[in-house]
């Protein structure tokens, strides 16, 4: 008799506790919902950006791509560039089945100078871990930049991605 005493005062206790465990559950579910959500977004937009970039003729590199190489004195000269997908730090089998772009950063982009329009130019500022832009010299397949023109390019390049552009040396 004392138990159900015991269990009958406990039990509007215990039906508080599981609404609001339901509604906590409910709550987290629906958080990273939306932040897996927000990732995605993320990871196809990064896709779209990087074949545009590509389809211009120029060159991205991750961010997993650039090994640096130290001086003496600790500074970084230069970057050894890796091409080895296994050195994403991330298991094979969820690279696989979600891509890489889950998992990777652009963080270098070369693109040859008369190839970057408007569509170009907008998918090279919607990569916001970008540390360095290259303007390579002309492409065959278009006519050639002159030198006022390249120079505004790097100003537009510049102020939509916030990374100071760099390259070619020599002329066009």
């Given at each position: 008799m004392i138990v159900n005493v015991?269990?009958?005062?406990?039990?509007p206790a215990m039906k508080r506790l599981r609404r609001f465990s339901i509604r906590s559950a409910l709550m987290l579910i629906a958080v990273f919902a939306v932040f897996f959500a927000y990732q995605t977004n993320a990871a196809r937009q990064?896709?779209?950006?990087?074949?545009?970039?590509r389809d211009a003729g120029g060159t991205v590199y991750y961010d997993?791509?650039?090994?640096?190489?130290?001086?003496?004195?600790?500074?970084i000269p230069y970057f050894k560039i890796l091409n080895d997908p296994e050195s994403i730090?991330?298991?094979?089998?969820?690279?696989?089945s979600l891509g890489d772009e889950y998992f990777q950063q652009v963080a270098k982009v070369h693109v040859p100078a008369n190839t970057v329009d408007d569509t170009v130019l907008e998918a090279i500022s919607n990569l916001p871990e970008l540390t360095d832009i290259s303007l390579l010299p002309n492409s065959t397949d278009k006519p050639p930049l002159t030198e006022a023109e390249i120079g505004g390019l790097r100003?537009?390049?510049t102020h939509a991605s916030g990374v100071q552009v760099g390259g070619p040396f020599g002329s066009f």
């Open positions: 015991i269990r009958l005062k406990d039990a990064q896709r779209r950006d990087v074949a545009i970039i997993w791509m650039l090994q640096p190489i130290y001086d003496t004195d600790g500074s730090d991330a298991p094979r089998w969820l690279r696989k100003e537009r390049l």
